[in-house]
């Protein structure tokens, strides 16, 4: 993955310092609940919701189980329907395929369709170093593009600021804003519309992603709501769609099952309101499909793991997690924030640096990422998996090993127990140096007196034997008594 | 270069996969029903999404095309019947056209850029889009759609007029695409 955010610090710190701000609380509050109700209504609509997601879930392991041979199936009807299909195995192909192509229209300027595989491989960044200027049309990019941020989540990326803020860097960055511009949602897109306008009609290169691709049409599919991906799509002369390998399904057929599951998980919506479908050249344009692996292959070939990649993309996982939610997205680092984003970036990235290693401990495992995922992705078990993957500072190894050791025979594990009900009076509330890092947000554990092994024998059980329970199955008095 | 990529993509799409399970595709939901669609649900969710909604009698259509674009002119596309709408002398500022499907359940309606339905960016860049549906083209659900549809042609799928929710997740109707949609459902 690009190095967009290289350099952060662990998600622990992050987060910290991200609670302290109360206006991204107070908005990332607003909107996830906003949202979570909206899904939770129309996805009660249907009662066959069950039955979809398990058909989501099958249909993206099947996928997934034979993507060779789809993967050239798709080639195949691309190539036949006029399209060019590029392959790209890392960021660094990709974005070098893209420029070339832009470069052979003799263009400097694109435009772009929100596309979460182009941000993960920097192709902005990319494309600014050999000349090429790129302007992002949805509303949400062009918030984050104009204000030199970060996106903070998956379908609405400028969730962090509210209406207020969006105004304010409106009128400062944004060329011909309206000096009388108020914070009116409406108002505020009808600015980006005029301001856009001008963008769509005279661009002769647009770059897109695509939610879908289908093997057995060449057809790919981009789902939207402001008209922006239909503009991009359909406008400019030569279009470039850059794709991750996994987004592709097998028949036309399968979409049946997508075109229900994705609208209602992410916007909460019956249908979004447009979705593109095309298959290679269209209407007189010019075509190129570049296939991104950059990590896919290696997720693919974890067991556990791999399930990441059934992802469509939708955020729901995002708008109900009780950490994103306080958080917000900008502390995972990733263009992929939130429960899929703590399992799909160390996997795409690795675990090298300390925030990737860090991300799959940015969960309390409660699960209800798991219980909205329309393709059924067990988020809970793949971050159980990656924390024991994750290679561990060398305190933690040192007390686990210390603790295997105690535990692994009775008679340690009681001489410990003692030797702890003795000095529990000398036990400090919070731990000193590196071990502080334990105690500042967990309260030591009340040490007993005595062990329950010890109270056992001193009240007449024996090791090893069950006291004699009355055939009233009530324990003796002094017993209860205790 | 690329032919190198594609090799090792593939190679190494063929090592991480080997010995996994095969996959079967389990489908328990309700597929297509070959049935046709409900006209008042239909227009109830396309008012769901503020578009405006007409049903009348196919006779009427033509009146009520008349009617209704009163003051404005409207671009025709090539096949669109011409005895529905008469365009006036000047400059469009809207579209009128006909659809290949509809769909019920989720108040959709599919363009495939057969006749009457223009190009792609014909139904796009005017302001205003004005639909005709035949009640016989309305489909219960997303399979049924699927199902009739062809997908090597270029397909869009309109549910509602233009829209975002970037801004604190609100719903705002109109950005880019048309502002309004005015559907007109001909029935019997």
Known sequence: MSGVFVGMPAFPKNAAKAVQNSQLRFNLRKATHTIRGKRAAVVGELDDWAELRQAGKTIKDHTLRNLDRYLVELEEKVTAAGGVVHWARDAAEANRIVARLVKDTGETEVVKVKSMATMEIGLNEALAEEGIEAFETDL?????????????????????????????????????????????????????????????????????????????????????????????????????????????????????????????????????????????????????????????????????????????????CLNVCPVYERAGGHAYGSVYPGPIGAILTPQLRGMDSELDRSLPYASSLCGACYEVCPVAIDIPSVLVDLRAKARHPRTERAGMAAAGWVFERSKRLAKAQRFGGRMRRLVPKRLPGPLSAWTDTRDMPEIPAESFRDWWIREGGTAGRRPAVPPDGNLPQESRKS | ?????????????????????????????????????????????????????????????????????????????????????????????????????????????????????????????????????????????????IARLDATRPLTWISGPSATSDIELNRVEGVHGPRTLEVVIAIG
Not at chain 1, 285 to 299: A, M
Not at chain 2, 16 to 29: L, M, N, S
Request: proline share 6%; glycine share 8%.
């Open chain 1, 140 to 316: 949400a990019e062009l918030i984050v593009q104009l204000g030199d941020d970060f996106p903070s989540h998956i379908l609405v990326p400028a969730i962090h600021r509210n209406r207020a803020e969006i105004r304010e860097l409106f009128l400062k960055k944004m060329a011909g804003a309206p000096k009388d511009l108020t914070d009116e949602p409406r108002a505020l897109a009808e600015a980006a519309r005029l301001y856009l306008r001008k963008r769509f009609l005279e661009a002769k290169v647009a770059i897109s992603g695509a939610n879908f691709m289908i093997a057995e049409t060449g057809t790919l599919v981009v789902l939207e709501s402001e008209g922006n991906g239909r503009m991009c799509l359909t406008l400019p002369k030569t279009l470039i769609s850059v794709v991750g390998i996994e987004k592709l399904l097998p028949t036309w057929q399968d979409l049946e099952v997508f075109l229900q599951l994705l609208p209602r998980s992410s916007t909460g919506e019956r249908m979004n309101p447009y979705t593109s479908m095309w298959t290679g050249a269209t209407e007189g344009q010019e075509f190129h499909l570049v296939l991104l692996d950059n990590g896919r292959t290696s997720v693919l070939a974890d067991k556990v793991g791999r399930q990441a990649l059934r992802c469509i993309r939708c955020s729901a």
């Open chain 2, 1 to 145: 270069m690329s032919g190198a990529a594609r090799e090792v993509i593939l190679r190494r799409i063929r090592s991480a996969v080997e010995g996994a399970p095969e996959a079967e595709i389990v489908r328990g939901y309700r597929g297509a029903t070959g049935e046709p669609g409900d006209v008042e649900l239909f227009a109830e969710r396309v008012r769901d999404y503020k578009a405006i909604v007409h049903v009348v009698p196919r006779a009427e259509v033509a009146s009520t095309l008349a009617r209704i674009t009163e003051g404005r002119v409207l671009a025709v596309p090539a096949g669109f019947p011409s005895d529905m709408y008469a365009p006036s002398e000047g400059e469009p500022d809207g579209v009128v056209s006909t659809c290949a499907v509809a769909i019920a359940e989720t108040g959709t309606i599919v363009l495939d850029a057969g006749p009457g339905q223009g190009t792609r960016a014909q139904t796009l860049i005017p302001d205003y889009h004005l639909c005709v549906v035949r009640d016989d083209q309305i489909v219960p659900n997303v399979p049924d759609a």
